[in-house]
């Protein structure tokens, strides 16, 4: 016989704490940003600006603080994060070479280093099968539902358009970076210093931006519904054998 499956609705309490939740969620994922960007410029400003330093001295300390974090980050979790690795080196690279070569505008293309490396890896593992950001993507389509976890897996497990759209997705994020890389490049060996500084910034917000909805839109979207049909025709299936 069939059987009529009924959704509790969320209790009060329960939704009360999902914006609560969300609103977490968001803090925590601002604040790499606000170490590794805001903190950064805003320091070099300061130094630069209010305390006299030099333009390379005034970078060199800026650039402490997300090296800091990436430190203390290895520490705390006791596991080398390769990404977070990549950073740390490039950031300590750039450093030692703009002292070395007394170039400004070195430590202003390290950053767009820490990009190339980051999107050419993405888009190596895409041509390889195993793109980067999967493990990203994943809980964010699923939502943490076991149903649609179990709808994934049986997708990803099956060449076709949904396999299709994981891969484009990571190489969406690829191209932004690689892209970002080449512009900020350009911008820190023919734009003045000063203006590179947050001029660097809107760059990679705006590679951000493009790859938050391009990616949406070509891989997000439509994995939500296939996995969602998926889903249904998984439940069909279930209704028709009971």
């Keep these: ?40 410029m805003a320091s070099y ?4 600006k209010g305390f006299g330093m030099s ?7 800026s650039s402490v603080l997300p090296a800091l974090r990436t430190v203390w980050g290895v520490l705390r979790d006791r596991r080398l994060n390769v990404l977070a690795g990549v950073i740390l080196v490039v950031n300590t690279v750039g450093l030692l070479l703009s002292t070395v070569t007394g170039d400004p505008r070195l430590m202003l293309a390290k950053d767009s280093g820490i990009s190339s490396v980051v999107g050419i890896s993405m888009l190596v593992s895409v041509v390889a099968g195993k793109p980067l950001l999967t493990s990203a993507l994943k809980p964010f389509v699923t939502k943490g539902d076991a149903g649609r976890t179990a709808a994934w897996e049986r997708l990803s497990a099956r060449p076709g358009r949904f396999v299709r759209a994981e891969r484009m997705f990571t190489a969406v994020w690829g191209l932004a970076l690689v892209t970002e890389c080449v512009v900020r490049i350009v911008g820190a060996y023919t734009l003045p210093v000063d203006t ?9 917000a705006g590679a951000v931006v493009l790859a938050i909805r391009f990616g949406g839109r070509l891989a997000v979207g439509p994995m939500e519904r296939m996995v969602e049909e998926e889903l249904a025709s998984g439940r069909g299936q279930v209704e028709r054998v009971a």
């Design 45 to 48: 400003y300061v130094l630069s």
């Design 55 to 61: 333009t390379l001295a005034a970078l060199g300390w």
């Design 196 to 204: 590179m500084v947050w001029l660097g910034n809107v760059i990679m």
């Design 1 to 40: 016989m069939s059987q009529l499956v009924v959704q509790t609705p969320l209790k009060p309490a329960d939704a009360a704490a999902a914006p609560q939740s969300d609103r977490a969620a968001l803090l925590g994922s601002l604040k790499p940003l606000v170490v590794d960007v805001v903190v950064p």
